[in-house]
């Protein structure tokens, strides 16, 4: 599978922007990149996915470089609510590899 | 988005018991489940894979006499934890994709079930 790089931990202060980096260099054709987020004691939810271009929802932006090697999860202006775990997930098309391989992800801290 | 409930939300039982765990996609079919494990402050780690009508695919180093998988519909997948020890102590976490839905590449996941074996 391939493998996604992310920071352990940022931190960002209510209602600015946050930037949260991933770095999947061997990331292959086919692989959509997924993010999900787990807030406290909670399952996972997901936020947004992409292949090639840049991706906007009611939830945030995902950005993707040109090459794909790397993409940026945006919350354009982060909440107390925002506070949690977001993993970064490279996902085949088809077949078992649906399945879902966490990393460790970012654990984002929102400052009041 | 569709919905996924899991019961119980929290479980304690004594080391030797069986506990079953359920996983309800609760306004869609999901003809695929699946079940992960989450220790204090790591990961989720994939256990298997549930298919509706058939054999469970199961992870590598997951035991599967351990942890018995049951899809017997299209809206529910069972865990067992059988013969359940300390070590088996953990938040256990469901989730589902709604193929007939427009949110087909999603996994929606269920609240989890907190395990703790005295």
């Known amino acids: 599978d391939a493998k996604t790089t992310q920071p352990n931990s940022m931190e960002s202060n209510e209602e600015e922007p946050v930037h949260l980096p991933c770095n999947h260099s061997?990331?292959?054709?086919?692989?959509?990149i997924h993010w999900y987020r787990q807030l406290p004691s909670q399952g996972p939810e997901y936020v947004i996915h992409g292949l090639t271009s840049n991706v906007n929802n009611r939830m945030a932006s995902l950005a993707i470089a040109e090459d794909r090697k790397s993409s940026t999860l945006i919350l354009h202006r982060a909440t107390l609510r925002d506070a949690a775990v977001y993993y970064c997930i490279l996902m085949g098309r088809g077949g078992s590899n649906y399945k879902l391989t966490f990393g460790k992800g970012t654990l984002l801290t929102v400052n009041p | 988005g569709a919905v996924v409930s899991q019961h119980p939300s929290w479980v304690i039982c004594k080391s030797g018991t069986s506990v079953k765990i359920e996983c309800r996609s609760l306004?869609?079919?999901?003809?695929?489940m699946f079940w992960y494990r989450q220790f204090p402050k790591q990961s989720l780690m994939l256990m298997a894979t549930?298919?509706?009508?058939?054999?469970?695919?199961?992870e590598q180093g997951v035991e599967k006499d351990k942890f018995l998988i049951n899809h017997a519909s299209l809206t529910l997948s069972t865990l067992t934890v059988t013969s359940a020890h300390p070590e088996d102590s953990s938040f256990y976490i469901c989730s589902a994709r709604d193929l007939g839905g427009s949110s087909y590449n999603e996994q929606f996941f269920g609240p989890g079930t907190r395990l703790t074996v005295l």
């Open positions: 061997t990331i292959s054709g086919t692989d959509y």
């Open positions: 549930s298919n509706e009508g058939s054999k469970a695919t199961y």
């Open positions: 306004d869609f079919q999901a003809t695929t």
